[in-house]
Structure formats: structure tokens, C-alpha cells
Nanobody
Framework: QVQLVESGGGSVQAGDSLRLSCAAS????????MGWFRQAPGKEREFVAGISSSADDTYYSDSVKGRFTISRDNAKNMVYLQMNSLKPEDTAVYYCAAYRSSTGWFPKAPNEYAYWGQGTQVTVSS
């Protein structure tokens, strides 16, 4: 089992930065790929960023590429999402997720992730 708790969300102005954190527990954390997803009101849950277990491979949605950076520290059981140059369109609840297995990876597919945090709200005003 993997338990995930997000933090770091808040209300900011356009152009500001935030760093989201995801604290994980479970002895298999270091062997799983991790992802960040977001969901705005009335919209489908959307892939934001993914990182492999060893952090040697990352993926980003086109809408955040160049602005957001995903990272992890397996020794601390932490995953991060650095969010720069925030836009109002980034407003959503952000979720941390752990992949369902230690082998294979479909980074952008929400149903491939087995464990989810409760979400943290990010609000960006113009």
C-alpha cells in the first residue's frame, strides 16, 4: 500500500510560483512511477506531469511544459511539482498519484495509477 498526502496549494497571482509536495508512505514507493494530475470544475481529470521511479524519465502535458518541473526524493519519500509562471488556466485541484506497479509505465493514463492523494487546491487570479 502507498499513502499520499499533498500540500503546498494556495491562492496566487498570475505569474507567481508555487511548489506542491506529496508525502508518501509505503516501502514500495521508490520502485513506482509517480504522477501529478489536476481537475478543474466541469472538466475531466488531466495529466500534468509524470516521473519514473529512478527520476531518469519525465513527461509533461503541453500546457505546462517549460513552466512546471516534477521531481522526487526517494530517500525522503517525497514528490514535488514546481509550478512557475502560473496562469489562471492552471486553477484546479491537483492530485498526486502512484503508479500501480513497478514495471511498465503509461504516464498519462489516470486509470493506470492505483493510489491517490486527497488533492490540494491551486487558484491563480489575473
Amino acid at each position: 500500500q502507498v499513502q499520499l498526502v499533498e500540500s503546498g496549494g494556495g491562492s496566487v497571482q498570475a505569474g507567481d510560483s508555487l511548489r506542491l509536495s506529496c508525502a508518501a508512505s509505503g516501502r514500495t514507493f521508490g520502485s513506482r512511477a509517480m504522477g501529478w494530475f489536476r481537475q478543474a470544475p466541469g472538466k475531466e481529470r488531466e495529466f500534468v506531469a509524470g516521473i519514473s521511479s529512478s527520476a531518469d524519465d519525465t513527461y509533461y502535458s503541453d500546457s505546462v511544459k517549460g513552466r512546471f518541473t516534477i521531481s522526487r526524493d526517494n530517500a525522503k519519500n517525497m514528490v514535488y511539482l514546481q509550478m512557475n509562471s502560473l496562469k489562471p488556466e492552471d486553477t484546479a485541484v491537483y492530485y498526486c498519484a502512484a503508479y500501480r506497479s513497478s514495471t511498465g509505465w503509461f504516464p498519462k493514463a489516470p486509470n493506470e495509477y492505483a493510489y491517490w492523494g486527497q488533492g490540494t487546491q491551486v487558484t491563480v487570479s489575473s
